[in-house]
């Protein structure tokens, strides 16, 4: 019987964990870029405040 290769084992859980890590840091980054995207602000010439809800009554 063949003895185990615990050096590739750990090789392979070392790599694992690598593309986990990259593929998560990944998505955060998209994320973060998908923040900031101008549809979610306020216009400025609105009128509105960006604290007033929806349901808010208009400022005139």
Same mark, same amino acid.
């Given at each position: 019987? @063949?003895?185990p290769n615990y050096g590739y084992?750990?090789?392979?859980?070392?790599? @694992?964990k690598k593309k986990k890590k990259e593929e998560k840091?990944?998505?955060? @980054?998209?994320r973060k870029v998908g923040e900031g995207a101008p549809d979610d602000a306020?216009?400025?010439?609105?009128g509105e405040s960006p604290l007033a809800g929806p349901d808010a009554p208009?400022?005139?």
């Open positions: 019987m @063949a003895t084992e750990k090789r392979q859980k070392e790599l @694992a840091l990944k998505h955060k @980054a998209e306020p216009d400025e010439n609105s208009a400022q005139a």
